[in-house]
């Protein structure tokens, strides 16, 4: 079997998913992903959107550099190989583009509440330009695209995304782009309730068959419980109120360790597991609340009004 990296097996599934007939509005993924230049230029091959996130030390260009056709050979004689960027124009690492272009110099700021979180309102600064970054083998710069850089108001982290999407073209909004890009966090909760509820990561075996079989079997669990919870939740009901995945995998390990017992006993344990699961969710709301204001007043100490400033919150 040919080894392959994770951003080929991305690909792969990209195109699988494309070929069943799968319709995604923009894709988006971590530095790992967005690092490599052949995994970009393989979604736009496919003519896919997406807003990656890059590392500190990826090239490009903020105004598109002459290239080169011909030209003089070096001194000693051998031809250079064409095409070529001009000297005079050589990509940049996008922390040095924030830094010393002008483009983003004689820029301020823009503050944008990106979204709410358990923990309350989560407000980034923006600043974007155009960017031609490198593509292929040959490093020539390739079409226009977007970067855009965000810095969050509270702990100063910066993270850079790169899009093929441009503000103001084709119906695009840097508002989209932003939401796009922060959409993460529920593909991270996936995993996270994969592994912990379901022991997506509990194997003890080896094999590629047995790995395989204990993946498919946590899917499928998985996949159950979300469909559970799509089935019984109550999209009106209060926040506080709204089922979890993993109030559902605790209750249908209730249901199936009671299957056997007598009526009272399985009606004594559903009204526990019923109290504790009301007990948890009053104290995730107060939890919840607790920290919402806290944040709030984080931000109201910093100037910042959350009602007051762009949102991406639909």
Not at 95 to 105: A, C, D, E, I, K
Not at 141 to 154: D, E, M, S, Y
Not at 223 to 246: M, W
Not at 296 to 304: E, H, P, Q, V
Request: with cysteine; net charge positive.
């Amino acid at each position: 079997m040919e080894f392959l990296t994770k951003p080929q097996i991305a690909l792969v599934q990209i195109e699988h998913a494309i070929e069943n007939g799968i319709d995604v509005a923009a894709w988006t993924c971590d530095e790992l992903y967005g690092r490599d230049g052949k995994f970009l230029d393989g979604l736009e091959q496919l003519n896919q959107t997406f807003v990656a996130e890059v590392p500190v030390d990826f090239h490009g260009w903020v105004q598109k550099p002459k290239i080169l056709r011909s030209g003089p050979k070096n001194k000693r004689g051998k031809q250079k190989k064409y095409p070529r960027v001009a000297r005079r124009r050589p990509s940049s690492e996008v922390r040095n583009l924030l830094t010393y272009s002008p483009v983003f110099q004689q820029q301020s700021w823009q503050k944008y509440h990106i979204k709410d979180t358990n923990k309350g309102p989560n407000v980034w600064e923006v600043k974007w330009s155009k960017l031609w970054r490198k593509e292929g083998d040959h490093g020539l710069p390739g079409r226009r695209h977007c970067l855009i850089v965000t810095r969050n108001v509270l702990t100063g982290e910066i993270k850079y995304f790169v899009a093929n999407g441009i503000p103001g073209k084709k119906g695009v909004t840097l508002r989209w782009l932003l939401s796009v890009a922060f959409r993460r966090c529920s593909v991270e909760q996936c995993f996270r309730e994969a592994k912990e509820e379901l022991g997506m990561d509990h194997f003890e075996v080896r094999g590629w068959r047995c790995v395989h079989r204990h993946y498919y079997v946590a899917q499928l669990s998985q996949l159950f419980c979300a469909r559970v919870r799509q089935e019984y939740d109550d999209p009106e009901s209060p926040e506080q109120d709204r089922l979890t995945v993993e109030q559902v995998r605790s209750a249908m390990n209730v249901w199936l360790s009671a299957a056997d017992t007598t009526p009272a006993v399985q009606k004594e344990r559903y009204d526990d597991e019923l109290e504790k699961q009301r007990y948890h969710q009053r104290r995730n709301e107060q939890a919840r609340k607790s920290h919402t204001k806290t944040k709030t007043k984080r931000l109201n100490a910093s100037g910042i009004d959350v009602s007051k400033i762009k949102s991406c919150v639909t």
